[in-house]
T-cell receptor, first 113, second 112 residues
């Protein structure tokens, strides 16, 4: 079972470059999330989606964009990368109704230099 | 704004000992989650606690929820080295959509 798949696993970007982090899930979950985890810290919610075509900002959305054209895919776009975006990014999904925990991808370690 | 605080942030304990990790949160919620993260790895769900007084156990770990006190505990019994990891609690702020706020984590090191 694939679960939540993120690509790439590692990436180095130069300041001002752009990139898209890919996330796909095969569990038919309605809810999908993007978190970032800075060293020694918990996870902060960047954006989330409750279904195809519906997205909303989380706690730290500045500098990011998302789209949700299908149930399976939830890409995260970084425009004009900045050193402050150096972090580990996790995509997660959940069924979304009531008592369901989230399932996480393996993470993308991004360094902006 | 929902705040979720864990303590301790770091815990070093010997094998065989018992200890408790605490998770306090600042607003009304009745959905709380515990996750485990191994170094350099993703997060793995441990427990889902859905109501006041909920208690769940898996092996040497037991989690409980007191919604009136806005407190959850993760109790470790007779720790073993394999339990070394970072443990996060996360609370669901129910505002129409499920939006989960994570604590800063407790890094547990079990020393043989």
């Amino acid at each position: 079972n694939a679960g939540v798949t993120q690509t790439p696993k590692f990436r180095i970007l130069k300041i001002g470059q752009s990139m898209t982090l890919q996330c796909t899930q095969d569990m038919n979950h309605n809810y999908m999330y993007w978190y970032r985890q800075d060293p020694g810290m918990g996870l902060k919610l960047i954006y989330y989606s409750v279904g195809a075509g519906i997205t909303d900002k989380g706690e730290v959305p500045n500098g990011y964009n998302v789209s949700r054209s299908t149930t399976e895919d939830f890409p995260l776009r970084l425009e004009l990368a900045a050193p402050s975006q150096t972090s580990v990014y996790f995509c997660a999904s959940s069924y979304g109704e009531g008592d369901t925990e989230a399932f996480f991808g393996q993470g993308t370690r991004l360094t902006v230099v | 704004e929902l705040k979720v605080e864990q303590n301790p942030l770091f815990l070093s304990m010997q094998e065989g000992k018992n200890y408790t990790i605490y998770c306090n949160y600042s607003t009304t919620s009745d959905r709380l989650y515990w996750y485990r993260q191994d170094p350099g790895k993703s997060l793995e769900s441990l427990f889902v606690l859905l109501s006041n007084g909920a208690v769940k156990q898996e092996g040497r770990l037991m989690a409980s929820l007191d919604t009136k006190a806005r407190l959850s505990t993760l109790h470790i019994t007779a720790a073993v080295h394999d339990l070394s990891a970072t443990y996060f609690c996360a609370v669901d702020m129910i505002e129409g959509y499920q939006k989960v706020t994570f604590g800063t984590g407790t890094k547990l090191q079990v020393i043989p």
